[in-house]
């Protein structure tokens, strides 16, 4: 599976059909090959409610994503949304709220404030916790080893059981390149290239 299939997916609470909104993007972080947090936009009216899900919360599916929180806590969810004061921190493209495991929300002022923080930080080859990229503001930025420009990146693949960023996917026109995920060393703070390096390459560490 690729990245890209699960964009837009529904997302349904375990036992049922009901859709209760839909994979708006994929955070990941460079020197991390495991699948930590899935954004999923709540909001069935075409608006934004964003809120980023534990990736152990959710079974990956090619046609619809199961989530193990229940309707009734999904509406718990947004109605803390709902009530919840602005911010103080700047949260442009976060998501206000985290759920963990068995459906426990973070607080989201709390978690807004780190994820925010996050996004300003640039990676290290052994990153902290808190360097998350999304996915989708990745796609088609240029790729780079020792050797110059690999390409655009593409896409990554998944494997949707064990939740394992598996390889980086470059267009290198005209061939598709791949490359193990784990060779990802950088993604600087602007966000308008990647760094790929090998334990061989002088960019190790980057």
């Given at each position: 599976?690729?990245?890209?299939?699960?964009?837009?997916?529904?997302?349904?609470?375990?036992?049922?059909?009901?859709?209760?909104?839909?994979?708006?993007?994929?955070?990941?972080?460079?020197?991390?090959?495991?699948?930590?947090?899935?954004?999923?936009?709540?909001?069935?009216?075409?608006?934004?409610?964003?809120?980023?899900?534990?990736?152990?919360?959710?079974?990956?599916?090619?046609?619809?994503?199961?989530?193990?929180?229940?309707?009734?806590?999904?509406?718990?969810?947004?109605?803390?949304?709902?009530?919840?004061?602005?911010?103080?921190?700047?949260?442009?493209?976060?998501?206000?709220?985290?759920?963990?495991?068995?459906?426990?929300?973070?607080?989201?002022?709390?978690?807004?404030?780190?994820?925010?923080?996050?996004?300003?930080?640039c990676p290290q080859p052994t990153p902290p916790g808190s360097n998350f990229r999304?996915?989708?503001?990745?796609?088609?930025?240029?790729?780079?080893?020792?050797?110059?420009?690999?390409?655009?990146?593409?896409?990554?693949?998944?494997?949707?059981?064990?939740?394992?960023?598996?390889?980086?996917?470059?267009?290198?026109?005209?061939?598709?390149?791949?490359?193990?995920?784990?060779?990802?060393?950088?993604?600087?703070?602007?966000?308008?290239?990647?760094?790929?390096?090998?334990?061989?390459?002088?960019?190790?560490?980057?």
């Amino acid at each position: 599976m690729k990245l890209s299939d699960l964009i837009n997916t529904p997302v349904v609470p375990a036992g049922t059909d009901q859709e209760i909104g839909r994979v708006s993007d994929i955070a990941i972080r460079a020197g991390q090959t495991e699948l930590e947090y899935v954004l999923v936009n709540l909001s069935l009216t075409g608006g934004n409610d964003p809120v980023a899900f534990t990736a152990d919360t959710l079974e990956l599916g090619a046609s619809e994503v199961t989530c193990a929180i229940s309707q009734q806590q999904v509406d718990h969810l947004r109605q803390r949304k709902d009530d919840e004061d602005p911010l103080a921190v700047d949260i442009e493209g976060l998501p206000p709220l985290v759920v963990g495991p068995f459906g426990n929300a973070i607080a989201p002022v709390v978690m807004g404030a780190v994820l925010n923080d996050a996004l300003r930080q640039c990676p290290q080859p052994t990153p902290p916790g808190s360097n998350f990229r999304w996915f989708t503001k990745l796609q088609g930025n240029p790729a780079f080893d020792s050797t110059g420009e690999l390409g655009r990146f593409l896409d990554i693949e998944l494997d949707p059981d064990t939740k394992a960023l598996r390889f980086l996917l470059i267009d290198g026109r005209p061939a598709i390149l791949s490359f193990p995920f784990a060779e990802l060393r950088n993604i600087p703070d602007d966000e308008h290239y990647m760094v790929l390096s090998r334990s061989s390459d002088p960019l190790h560490p980057v």
